[in-house]
C-alpha cells in the first residue's frame, strides 16, 4: 500500500471519528447563462452540486484577529477531498443543512500530487 493511500485512508477515518460532527455539505457551484446573438435570448446557466464530508468550525479569536482577511462570523470548513468530485473555487456556495456559505479562500493539504484536505474561508449569506 503506498504512502498516498495510507494518508487518504487515515484523513477518512479521521472524519469517521468525528461522527455527528462531520456531516454532508455540497458545494454548489452556478454557471451563469450567455447571451445567444443567433436567437436573441439568454441561455439558462447551470447549477452543479457537489456532496462531500466535512466539518465547520470557529475560527479561534486569536488567529481571526491576527488575519486581516478574516471577518467577524467567518469559519472554516475542514471538507474530506477523498469524497468531492470536484476542486472547490472561490466564489462557490457551500451548502450546510441550515446554513450556506459563500467560499472566500481555499488552502488544500496536498504533500504530493493528491489532496486530502480542503480547508475553506466561508463567509455566511
Known amino acids: 500500500m503506498s504512502l498516498q493511500n495510507i494518508v487518504a485512508k487515515a484523513t477518512s477515518a479521521a472524519f469517521r ?3 455527528d460532527l462531520a456531516g454532508v455539505l455540497t458545494i454548489r457551484r452556478e454557471t451563469p447563462g450567455e447571451f445567444d446573438p ?3 435570448i439568454f441561455t439558462p446557466g447551470v447549477i452543479e452540486n457537489f456532496p462531500c464530508r466535512g466539518i465547520i468550525v470557529d475560527y479561534s479569536r486569536e488567529w481571526a484577529a ?3 482577511f478574516i471577518e467577524s462570523g467567518d469559519q472554516e470548513a475542514i471538507l474530506d477531498a477523498a469524497t468531492l468530485e470536484t ?3 472561490v466564489g462557490d456556495t457551500l451548502v450546510s443543512s441550515d446554513d450556506i ?3 472566500m479562500h481555499i488552502e488544500t493539504v496536498k504533500p504530493n500530487a493528491h489532496a486530502f484536505i480542503y480547508k475553506l474561508q466561508v463567509r455566511g449569506q
Do not use: C, Y
Open 87 to 89: 476542486i472547490p473555487v
Open 66 to 68: 491576527s488575519n486581516h
Open 17 to 19: 471519528a468525528v461522527g
Open 101 to 103: 456559505f459563500t467560499v
Open 38 to 40: 443567433m436567437l436573441g
